[in-house]
């Protein structure tokens, strides 16, 4: 019951940045009580955890393979999360997804029943 739309996808050198956002609208709940995650999927692989944050966004979760170079927040003024990503590399390459659930922050997609459209993030060596 949430609406979620991603921009700021493209193509990138690896070594260079992007920092995505996620708008929402929609909501049956305000935004700041949603948790929020950030998921990829390259061709071939299955959907796979980038980087969670609780509704606060007082707790973030990543997964192993961008630890130390993405980083999750939120803004619930403007009911935005955003995903920046340092460092990049070619097998960053994938769709990424924004997904948001009711509740605390969580790491697999069968606990997120919202989803955004995806967008395209394309980086070349």
């Known amino acids: 019951q949430v609406q979620l739309v991603e921009s700021g996808g493209g193509l990138v050198q690896a070594g260079g940045s992007l920092r995505l956002s996620c708008a929402a609208s929609?909501?049956?709940?305000?935004?700041?009580?949603?948790?929020m995650a950030w998921f990829r999927q390259a061709p071939g692989k299955e959907r796979e955890l980038v980087g969670a944050?609780?509704?606060?966004?007082?707790?973030?979760l990543y997964g192993n393979p961008v630890k130390g170079r993405f980083t999750i927040s939120r803004d619930n003024a403007k009911n935005t999360v955003y995903l920046q990503m340092n460092s990049l590399k070619p097998e960053d390459m994938a769709v990424y997804y924004c997904?948001?659930?009711?509740?605390?922050?969580?790491?697999?997609?069968?606990?997120?029943?919202?989803w955004g459209q995806g967008t395209q993030v394309t980086v070349s060596s």
């Open positions: 997904a948001a659930r009711l509740s605390g922050l969580a790491t697999t997609v069968g606990d997120f029943n919202s």
């Open positions: 929609g909501r049956t709940f305000p935004f700041s009580v949603y948790a």
């Open positions: 944050i609780s509704s606060s966004g007082g707790s973030t």
